[in-house]
């Protein structure tokens, strides 16, 4: 078997290498970031699923100012309707960590999380977006329809064979295969059977997928430099997305205490935790997590979890204390570089990989 980097997946979105910046909601990916990984022959992506739908606009349109390459813009595919059962409950646990940050206490009324889905996909159709992914499940099927009427590609991420043959019977033009490795939130679309998410490795998953589907999967989850996407390559997947090793890019919006919990952190500092967002995801354990964890309480479900938690991450951004922000990130950090521009990222891990396939 003779393995090439200029996959199938190059081809179909136009692209030099087989790279995917992911989607990074929260600010990771801004428009510099996903502009200098196109540029350099990636495929950037706008982690777009928190902005609202001008601040997206205008990404996109700032993006298409510094770069005339292709790029993508991720979004959730989910309900994001609020229930407000136990509420009150999880505010009196969270008023203990506003405590500590000095913050007020949450306001006694309901959750309310505003859901601008349809909007949101409203302005990646007017502004034709090269390629729309999503998360936690697919685009409704006249949205599809409206994206391949409008050459938009579409590209779900998904966690076991059975999501990814929904995401090819319902059209989707590629898949991401999402390893428990993986940084952030975990793609499984219900978590009914698997409340902390499918959690299956990527070395395993990937195969296992590659051997069920006919569209082209790009693995996801751990892959750090030009082994991975070798590695990956040999699974049968025709592409790689990476996002942990980006968060410490010069171009990343990651705050400078994550980026520097990351650059001190290792292969055994994350764990999966509800305790964000109400669904699971990868990231470093921190103080938040074991105040959290040791107050035995479920969190609340996706989304209102994520929504009444915001004002105490955001207020530990504003104070620089990573110990309560999210630090999403994946298993692989010990192989992070610090200070790197994301072109030389994807420079260093393409000349890695020709090595050693050479
Ligand atoms: C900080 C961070 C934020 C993420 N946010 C999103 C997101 O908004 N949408 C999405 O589809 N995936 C998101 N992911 C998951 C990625 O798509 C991908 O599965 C993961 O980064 C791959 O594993 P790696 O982090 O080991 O490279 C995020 C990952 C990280 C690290």
Not at 103 to 117: G, K, L, Q, S
Not at 161 to 180: F, P, T
Not at 268 to 287: C, D, H, M, Q, Y
Not at 318 to 324: L, P, S, V
Request: glycine residues 8%.
């Amino acid at each position: 078997m003779s393995i090439q980097l200029e996959t199938d997946i190059c081809r179909m979105f136009n692209i030099r290498y087989p790279i995917f910046l992911a989607g990074m909601a929260g600010g990771i990916s801004t428009a510099k970031l996903v502009a200098a990984v196109s540029d350099a022959g990636g495929l950037g992506t706008l982690g777009a699923a928190y902005m609202e739908p001008a601040a997206i606009r205008e990404a996109i349109q700032e993006i298409r100012q510094l770069t005339n390459a292709p790029f993508a813009v991720n979004l959730f595919a989910i309900d994001v309707s609020d229930n407000q059962t136990r509420v009150k409950e999880v505010q009196i646990e969270l008023n203990q960590i506003r405590d500590v940050l000095g913050i007020p206490h949450a306001a006694e009324e309901p959750v309310v999380t505003p859901d601008f889905f349809e909007q949101q996909l409203a302005v990646l159709f007017e502004e034709r977006v090269p390629v729309i992914s999503t998360a936690f499940g697919f685009l409704k099927e006249s949205f599809l329809q409206q994206a391949q009427s409008a050459g938009i590609r579409i590209v779900t991420m998904v966690t076991t064979v059975r999501e990814a043959l929904l995401a090819e019977q319902a059209g989707c033009d590629a898949i991401v295969a999402q390893g428990s490795e993986a940084g952030g939130h975990r793609g499984t679309f219900d978590l009914a059977n698997h409340p902390m998410g499918a959690n299956v490795g990527t070395l395993a998953l990937v195969p296992q997928i590659v051997d069920c589907v006919k569209i082209p999967v790009i693995a996801a989850g751990g892959i750090m430099d030009g082994r991975g996407l070798v590695a990956a390559l040999a699974l049968g997947a025709q592409g790689v997305q990476m996002g942990t090793r980006f968060l410490t890019a010069v171009e990343s919006g990651t705050h400078a205490a994550y980026k520097q919990t990351l650059m001190e952190s290792t292969e055994e500092s994350t764990v999966l935790t509800k305790v964000f967002s109400g669904r699971p995801a990868r990231g470093i354990n921190n103080g938040f997590i074991r105040q959290w964890d040791a107050s035995g309480l479920d969190p609340l479900l996706f989304p209102t979890q994520n929504t009444v938690t915001r004002d105490i991450r955001n207020a530990a951004a504003r104070q620089r204390n990573a110990d309560y922000m999210s630090l999403w990130a994946g298993q692989g950090t010990r192989l992070l570089t610090s200070g790197q521009q994301a072109e030389t990222i994807i420079k260093e891990t393409v000349q890695q990989a020709l090595n050693i396939l050479s």
